[in-house]
């Protein structure tokens, strides 16, 4: 019913007559083959290991060795990064110094400047030549109570010129570079949580030396075309006073003599950057000695209306003469004016003649130094003695109708030695040049 019971194993021994039997059980039976068998593979594994020994070994070390040149090549790699930039690090920093003792240097030899062009804008606005607002001049140094210097959108540039004492330009700080205020001490870390907040101050001092450069150049440059607006100025005014005394057959005291063949002219070449801050200097403190002189020599034109205002009655030339009633010359130009009004001397000069002179009636004559003479007839009243020297505008008598005059009027005449001269080409002269010369 309830199955076979099995034997357990009986192991029988028989020596000579000695016999002896073992019961063996089925757990010590299964335990001795579990032991035989651990021992096999025991064995078995101990022997490969001895035959495959050397190979383990050697995989293994290769292995190893491959990892440690990886290793250290990646190390290589780390290292050579990192020399880069310390390298570039180095030279930035290095950049930086030469291009803010560039700037310095640039800003110091401005303010050398500074003075010379100031100077000279002066001298150009007692010339008469204003270098205003809308003409390209010099913006106005900013006095900053730090010595900085600033060249921001707020600054005042409402009194546009040069001015202001020479103060270089404080960067040392801001950069905190070697030798300044705000250097870091050696021993003192760069408060920096990375790499790139370094970067980003050395940017940031880059774009200020990048700014204040720009801003130099901008002066510089605009002192440059302050001093080109001056000479310009001074030779066109120069040319005009000179031309206009070349066409009333004049040369100014001082001044050579023109020839008929002298002119002007050549291929135009345009102004280059080597045109630089000296020779454009020179030329406009030369131009406006040259318009000085010229302007001085100009003043002994007369030019200048004797009677401002006056409508002309006769002019110069053939005209039918009033009491004769025929055909005759007249030898200047009649100012219709009432009886009293004052007579002004139309140039600088000295007074000549001053008295009666026969059909001119009271008259009075200036010598200019020119070389021309004015003569002033039928006068009321004289205001000057012979030998007086006049200024122009200077009141020399007043309108009469002494002499050979039919009525109050001013007789006004301009002579070279005898011949007398066409008043009006005079008067036409002073026109342009009066304004320049009056400045």
Known sequence: MFGKRKE??????????????????????????????????????????LVLRDDIIQSSAERQAQMQLSYEDRIAQLRAKVDRLTSRRVLEAQSIEERLTA?????????????????LI?????????????????????DRPEGLLAFGPDTDTGDTGIGGMPEPIELMPELQLRGSQGERPAGKAINSPAASSAATAEDKRASLIEDVSGSLARMDTEANLALDV???????????????????????AGMPARTATEGTGGPFVALTAGTGFDARFERAESALLALEKVKQAARGIPVRSPVPGAPISSSFGPRLDPFMGRMAMHTGTDFKAT?????????????????????????????????????????????????????????????????????????????????????????????????????
């Open 122 to 142: 002066a001298k150009a606005a007692k010339t008469g030549i204003r270098v205003a607002i809308g003409n390209p001049m010099p913006q106005s140094k900013p």
């Open 8 to 49: 357990p194993h009986r192991v029988i021994i028989a020596r000579g007559e000695t016999v002896r039997s073992f019961t063996i059980s089925p757990w010590f039976a299964g335990l001795a083959t579990g032991v035989g068998l651990l021992f096999a593979v025991g064995y078995i594994g101990a022997t490969a290991y």
């Open 103 to 119: 700037v310095l240097s640039r800003q110091q030899d401005l303010d050398s400047r500074q003075s010379r062009v100031a100077s």
């Open 230 to 252: 001056i000479a310009m100025s001074a030779e066109r005014d120069h040319a005009t006073i000179v031309g206009a005394a070349d066409r009333l057959g004049l040369r100014l």
């Open 339 to 439: 009886r009293g009004t004052p007579i002004q001397a139309p140039g600088t000069g000295k007074v000549v003649f001053a008295g009666r002179n026969g059909g001119y009636g009271k008259s009075v004559e200036i010598e200019h130094p020119s070389g021309v003479v004015s003569r002033f007839a039928h006068m009321s009243r004289i205001a000057v003695t012979e030998g007086q020297t006049v200024s122009a505008r200077d009141t020399i008598g007043y309108v009469g109708s002494t002499g050979r005059s039919t009525g109050p009027h001013l007789h006004y005449e301009i002579r070279i030695g005898d011949k007398p001269l066409n008043p009006a080409r005079f008067l036409t002269a002073g026109e342009t040049i009066t304004p320049i010369i009056e400045n």
